[in-house]
Nanobody, 120 residues
């Protein structure tokens, strides 16, 4: 089994910053891409940012220049630094990882989500 645990969400004023973390644990052989998604009330879940095992990144247009995704492969952890937060960034943020398990099974694994609320 593989588990993802997110942390770092909370309530913040517009213009401020938050840093989300997501740590993977369990029967992990390797992790390919890792990413952050978000889902606002009444909306579909959307990709915010993703990073490959080699460090290549891509971002949603709405967060380019404000958010930065990074990862620590030794710790099986991915981060999302969110700066200049806006009220429209309010959502539940989910971590996702494509994990190759010790049994050589490829799993797309999700975390439980962490709430980010930006007050204007």
């Amino acid at each position: 089994q593989v588990h993802l645990v997110e942390s770092g969400g909370g309530l913040v004023q517009a213009g401020r910053s938050l840093r989300l973390s997501c740590a993977a644990s369990g029967s992990i052989r390797s992790i390919n891409a890792m990413g952050w998604y978000r889902q606002a009330p009444g909306k579909q879940r959307e990709l915010v940012a993703a990073i490959t095992s080699g460090g290549s990144t891509n971002y949603a247009d709405s967060v380019k220049g404000r958010f930065t995704i990074s990862r620590d492969n030794a710790k099986n952890t991915v981060y999302l630094q969110m700066n200049s937060l806006k009220s429209e960034d309010t959502a539940v943020y989910y971590c996702n990882a494509d994990v190759r398990t010790t049994a050589w099974v490829l799993l797309s694994t999700w975390g439980q989500g962490t709430q980010v609320t930006v007050s204007s």
